[in-house]
């Protein structure tokens, strides 16, 4: 890979507009400029800007696909808006950010500049539970899909948190996972899954 030296993975750039070559070169300088340490996932906004999490230093930053500096906000903790190694992010169609708050075990809701609008979940296996929360994207009715890592599962939600089903169990079957990390949902509804640990993607249907 180009950027393999550079200890850079990025994940999540969905865009007409992103010119691969020239942006993401523009971004991996950025990164160092910026010190984004351990960059996790990137998103875009309706704006065109790059939101991109850092699960060492507990915060989100914006750039511009030119590597320009937008803001950034974030900090560690436990508390309301605070995060401990944010994962995937994913904006909702109102342009509001969901963060999975992965050490944290919860889902956390922002503006995108950082403003705390609700959260839910908490560390466990019941519904609504989390251990891990991992990947997560927001569907074109803005429900939220979660990767549940360490159990073994996907859960939705609606766009405040209220659980709406869940799937998935621990294996190598069919329908089982072994430490899924990402998750996407198609115009259709359909849903896919990286399923990392069994080295494939599951699609299900709506």
Same mark, same amino acid.
């Given at each position: 890979s180009k950027y393999q030296d550079d200890g850079l993975v990025i994940l999540g750039v969905h865009s007409p507009e992103f010119d691969f070559e020239k942006d993401l070169d523009n971004v991996v300088e950025a990164t160092k400029k910026f010190n984004i340490t351990w960059p996790v996932a990137m998103v875009r906004d309706g704006e065109n800007n790059l939101y991109v999490s850092d699960e060492a230093l507990d915060r989100i930053t914006a750039l511009t696909t030119a590597g320009e500096f937008v803001g950034k906000w974030g900090e560690s903790g436990n508390g309301v808006g605070q995060l401990d190694h944010p994962a995937g992010i994913a904006f909702d169609p109102n342009d509001d950010m969901y963060v999975a708050d992965a050490l944290n075990h919860r889902i956390?809701?922002?503006?995108?500049? @950082?403003? =705390?609008?609700?959260?839910? #979940?908490?560390? &466990? %296996? +019941?519904? *609504?539970? !989390? $251990?891990?929360?991992? /990947?997560?994207?927001?569907d074109e009715l803005g429900d939220v899909y979660v990767v549940d890592w360490r159990n073994d599962r996907v859960q939705k939600f609606t766009?405040? @948190?209220? =659980?709406?089903?869940?799937? #998935?169990?621990? &294996? %190598? +079957?069919? *329908?089982? !996972? $072994?430490?899924?990390? /990402?998750?996407?949902?198609?115009?259709?509804?359909?849903?896919?899954?990286?399923?990392?640990?069994?080295?494939?993607?599951?699609?299900?249907?709506?």
């Open positions: 956390q809701k922002f503006t995108k500049d @950082g403003k =705390f609008l609700l959260k839910w #979940g908490e560390h &466990g %296996t +019941g519904d *609504g539970q !989390f $251990n891990m929360p991992w /990947g997560i994207t927001v766009a405040e @948190g209220d =659980f709406i089903f869940s799937f #998935g169990t621990s &294996g %190598t +079957g069919n *329908g089982e !996972f $072994n430490r899924p990390s /990402g998750v996407a949902v198609d115009l259709d509804g359909d849903i896919y899954v990286a399923d990392l640990g069994n080295n494939r993607v599951q699609m299900f249907t709506a």
